[in-house]
């Protein structure tokens, strides 16, 4: 509940060059946020239209997932030209525009950067397959002959990420490598050419004033493909020591340290955050000040509402982060996991021995589409409300990914024939996919689109979107999207040291602690309610009476 409206800081651009260690950054997923122009299709411009939505929200810097023209084979993670805008979603001037909007609200500009691997579709790539085996083009991708007595066998049995061989032959009898799908030809990292590229991509965008990048798969960089080439399974028995022939290579903190001096060449210097699923120990390397400077934290997407998980990871990662000398980042949802509303209102995951979920038939819908069993949609948003809660009243920045201020849930039965993800076709049909949390955001309960737009949109929104709808939710202090705004304009106002100092609440199921200058953060993670720490309650995510927070909630304390 929120104890007061929220107000609105029109917000100074703040000149320190630390701004990122502790700010909420939302992610927008550019296709699905607003639609100006009735295509059914998000766009530059519709962001722009809701830069003021965004301040009222209170978020220090957007994230906007990939833009560039592309095919959309992998929702715009198949670049087809770095250096430009998709013409369905705008123009290079209407960039220009959004960032100017959002610098003068006081929101920094982080976009996304996808080094991996191009769209087939990219000049490139086109380049490559009419010059021929052995050129120049194709140096700057992964050629090479295939087996068998006639080179008509891929050259390795290594499957791709979404399914399927991760080789692709081409007309010459060629086979190319790609880590995605087949539209996703992996990068030759070795190549000077390939290098000097991307220099220019961080300094075209920084030239334009983006202030930060997010790397895409930044792990996956550099790769050691001399011959013979290992078999899938030795591949897999392999250490991800930094020597492993694809994944985490040590080699690719080369790369991030020449993009250091790029974005140290700026000011303030440009910051990047690492996607990379890289064991825990060598997070550092990729957050590091002297490589890319902070890597995100996925261990609250594979974890369960469970007080031990939360304790532990945050426990953990902090740690990790003092190693690094960065700030830890905190997500809960993003475009390619179900939404923690819905991930929380299901059974617990089933876990390997590694504690990790496991991705079997009966709980795929973990990191895919599915809602199988039932959803208690009531518990997945109380459990969601409080877990936000917890997250934003801890050290280092949190990510928020577009619609769950709104405590949307994850949209399940999309029809296969509305389906877009590859990993739905690559699997084929096993994986759903992870369109059911990209779906159009729902801005009003009436009207096409739900505000989206004024055409149908491109991902089908159910009906029961209009109860999650901004406009149904402004001004109701009960509603999560308050909770959000007032928990975002109190964090600015509470924020504080990067520390925090566990309290004994006598609950194993039950989490506190508490921040510099008096700022206490309790989570009731089990069914029973619990007595409170004494202190002025700021926010709670269900009504708090006499100093007794109920069961799966959250609540700021003021000691
Ligand atoms: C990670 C991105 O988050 C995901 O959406 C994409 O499919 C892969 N990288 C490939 O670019």
């Known amino acids: ?43 530059i411009p519709g962001i722009t239209s809701r830069v003021p939505y965004l301040a009222q929200l209170g978020v220090d810097a957007i994230w906007l997932s990939p833009f560039y023209p592309s095919a959309l084979a992998d929702g715009g993670y198949d670049v087809a030209d770095y250096r430009d805008v998709d013409p369905r979603l705008g123009s290079l001037a209407d960039m220009d525009e959004l960032i100017a909007e959002l610098h003068a609200h006081g929101i920094r500009v982080v976009v996304d950067i996808v080094p991996n691997h191009t769209s087939n579709d990219h000049a490139w790539f086109q380049e490559a397959l009419a010059a021929g085996r052995g050129s120049a083009a194709r140096d700057r991708y992964i050629f090479r002959e295939g087996t068998g007595p006639d080179g008509s066998e891929p050259p390795t049995d290594w499957q791709s990420v979404f399914g399927g061989s991760a080789w692709e032959r081409v007309a010459d009898g060629q086979w190319y490598f790609h880590n995605f799908d087949v539209s996703q030809p992996d990068l030759n990292w070795a190549n000077p050419e390939v290098r000097a590229d991307f220099v220019k991509t961080l300094r075209f965008w920084s030239d334009r004033g983006v202030d930060g990048f997010r790397i895409d798969v930044a792990h996956m960089l ?90 532990r990871i945050v426990t953990d990662n902090l740690a990790l982060a003092a190693r690094s000398g960065s700030s830890t980042t905190w997500v809960l949802s993003n475009h390619d996991v179900v939404r ?20 079997k038939h009966g709980n795929r819908w973990l ?20 877990a936000a809660l917890f997250v934003l009243g801890l050290p280092g920045s949190a990510y928020l990914y577009q619609g769950e201020e709104l405590g949307l849930h994850e949209v399940a039965d999309i029809p296969d024939s509305a ?24 801005w009003t309960a009436e009207g096409p689109a739900f505000g989206f737009g004024d055409a149908a949109a491109h991902l089908p929104q159910p ?40 309290l004994d609440l006598g609950r194993e199921d039950a989490v506190g602690f508490a921040r510099p200058d008096g700022w206490i953060v309790v989570t009731n993670f089990g069914t029973e309610p619990i007595a409170l720490p004494a202190g002025e309650v700021l926010l709670s995510s269900v009504p708090v009476e006499a100093g007794t927070l109920p069961g799966e909630a959250s609540v700021w304390l003021r000691a």
Not at 235 to 247: E, I, K, T
Not at 340 to 359: F, M, N, V
Not at 367 to 386: K, V
Not at 464 to 486: E, H, I, K, N
């Open 1 to 43: 509940m929120t104890t007061a409206a929220p107000s609105v800081h029109p917000r100074e651009l703040s000149d320190a060059p630390d701004w990122w260690r502790q700010a909420v950054v939302y992610q927008v997923y550019p296709r699905s946020f607003a639609d100006s122009n009735g295509d059914g299709l998000g766009d």
């Open 222 to 311: 550099t790769k050691d493909l001399t011959e013979p080439l290992p078999s899938a399974a030795e591949l897999a028995a392999l250490p991800q020591d930094g020597n492993h022939p694809l994944l985490d290579r040590d080699d690719v903190h080369e790369v991030y340290a020449e993009w250091r001096a790029v974005f140290n060449s700026y000011d303030p210097p440009r910051t990047a955050v690492a996607e990379a699923w890289v064991h825990p120990s060598r997070v550092p390397l990729y957050a590091s000040i002297d490589s890319l400077g902070q890597a995100f934290n996925f261990d609250l997407l594979e974890a369960d509402f469970d007080a031990r998980q939360f304790r």
């Open 340 to 359: 923690h509303a819905t991930r929380y209102g299901l059974p617990d995951a089933e876990r390997g021995a590694d504690g990790r979920p496991t991705l």
């Open 367 to 386: 990191l895919s589409g599915g809602t199988e069993p039932a959803l208690d949609a009531e518990r997945g948003q109380r459990r969601a409300r409080a």
């Open 419 to 442: 389906r877009q993800d590859p990993t739905f076709f690559r699997s084929p049909g096993v994986d759903q996919g992870r369109d059911g949390c990209r779906v159009p955001l729902p």
């Open 463 to 502: 009906d029961w979107f209009a109860a999650y709808a901004v406009d149904r939710q402004d001004g109701d202090p009960a509603s999560t999207l308050s909770m959000y705004r007032r928990a975002l304009d109190l964090r600015h106002e509470l924020q504080t040291a990067e520390q925090l100092e566990w």
